[in-house]
């Protein structure tokens, strides 16, 4: 008996509308604009902004650390309430006025920044596994793949056209423009507000509520169901090693995310134009990259793909760090005068194929592996996973950058690639989909 139904193509839309909304967050606020306006001018430490690299760094990890508690726990009273949809609901109002308020944040209030950026990071990022949750009610295995593909894709086509406002009319990022460039928070939230509309109005509740017993509270419940799926985590030993290759793997990109346009401004130098540039490339090779790989998960399995994007990633964290090089090889081999900030579009476009790939191929895998009874729970540990790994992943990137500078720090994340793909050799997707199963049919039992 096959549990998992494909929905119809209006739900699917709604449900990968919230990647084309929140895209707004992760791409102005987190990896292009806010960050390095933090950096850069609201702390301002130069020439090297450790002190201002370090506190971006501690803002967003305890934000995700506000994950790693709460997400399982949510999760499996989402699953026990079905009430996934309200809690997401929750998340969402709660990311866009946090964010909104960060136009308040300005030279002198650092604190603020802190404060609003762990607000608004826990939010959002909670709100992540929120709606990963919905993924395995979407359609059979075989095409979630292409279903978390194509969510990733249009996430990323939302993050162009949110970004689209800023670079035509908010500008540069620089003091002299900071009148005008502190508008993105109130920008970004907005967008988020508006383009999630759809994911309210047809995406399904699909979960039946289980009567509260007597006595109990919600939260013990959440609390039981968690602990009752840590205990039985023997009948899913390739979901929980998967959950270690993903945590190395997420560590590693949550830093290229956060710090690649920090890179770009501090060690590369790159001028106005080319940091536009090297959003637009990013952009458009993370779309096309989910797409592709989406279909190739499908093909080939979802764990062979994900395999492969870290290769990618391993190649571009070199290919990153030896950009300054490859530009004086140019110039020496070939007399072509390139820039180094030239050679680092080339890497950006690496990066943007193995970004939206990684991530699609590592949701596509837990809904696998999930059980549909307890999708939101399990969801939930995916997003502590990942969460954790965020936490992690910036405080060693913060702590290192002050030892041995940004560009140096940077290639640990070849370290953090390595060990997820050494981990993802010990996971068979095979009996990670057949352990769901098996537990989808002792729940219709």
């Known amino acids: 008996m096959n549990l ?47 002190l201002g690299n370090l506190l971006w760094s501690v803002s967003l990890a305890i934000g995700y650390l506000g994950v790693v508690i709460f997400s399982p726990i949510a999760g499996a009273v989402m699953d026990y309430t079905a009430n996934k949809k309200r809690f997401l609901f929750g998340s969402y109002l709660l990311t866009v006025f946090s964010t909104a308020a960060l136009y308040f944040v300005e030279p002198g209030l ?14 959002y990022s909670i709100g992540e596994a929120f709606i990963a949750a919905f993924l395995p009610d979407l359609g059979p295995p075989d095409d979630l793949g292409k279903i978390s593909g194509f969510g990733w894709a249009l996430g990323y086509v939302g993050g162009m056209v949110s970004a689209i406002f800023v670079l035509l009319v908010l500008g540069e990022v620089s003091a002299e423009n900071f009148e005008s460039i502190r508008w993105v928070g109130p920008w970004a939230a907005a967008f988020f507000l508006v383009a999630a509309i ?49 945590f190395f793997a997420m560590s590693g990109i949550y830093i290229i995310i956060t710090y690649a346009f920090i890179y770009g401004a501090q060690i590369i130098g790159w001028d106005e134009e080319v940091r536009t540039w090297m959003f637009i490339i990013v952009q458009i090779t993370a ?43 140019m110039q020496s081999q070939f007399n072509v005068a390139w820039q180094a900030q030239y050679v680092f579009l080339f890497v950006g476009s690496v990066a943007g194929l193995s970004l939206g790939s990684c991530q699609s191929s590592t949701r596509t895998l837990i809904g696998l592996f999930s059980p549909l009874s307890r999708s939101a729970e399990y969801f ?33 994340c070849i370290i953090l690639f390595g060990a997820a793909l050494y981990f993802s050799r010990q996971v068979s997707e095979a009996n990670g989909r057949a352990a769901a199963e098996k537990a989808d049919r002792e729940c219709v039992l």
């Open 4 to 50: 998992r139904v494909r929905a119809s193509n209006k739900e699917i839309f709604g449900w990968a509308m919230f990647d084309f909304a929140n895209q707004a967050y992760t791409l102005l606020i987190v990896t292009v604009v806010f960050g390095d306006l933090f950096t850069r001018v609201i702390v301002g430490d130069s020439p090297d902004y450790r």
């Open 110 to 123: 650092a604190w603020l920044g802190v404060l609003l950026l762990i607000i608004s990071n826990f939010a």
């Open 198 to 246: 759809p994911t309210f109005l047809w995406v399904k509740e699909r979960g039946v509520p289980c009567p509260l017993p007597p006595g109990t509270g919600y939260f013990r419940i959440g609390i039981g169901r968690v602990r009752n799926t840590v205990e039985h985590i023997k009948d899913h030993r390739d979901l929980a090693v998967m959950l270690v290759s993903i």
């Open 287 to 329: 779309a096309l990259g989910a797409v592709a790989f989406g279909f190739i998960q499908d093909k080939l399995g979802a764990l062979f793909t994900y395999r492969l994007t870290l290769i990618l990633w391993i190649s571009a964290i070199a290919m990153i760090y030896l950009t300054p090089v490859f530009a004086e090889m």
């Open 380 to 412: 939930g540990f995916w997003g502590l996973s990942m969460k954790l790994a965020g936490m992690f992943g910036l405080m060693a990137i913060g702590l290192l950058q002050i030892l041995v500078g940004l560009k140096s720090a940077i290639l640990f």
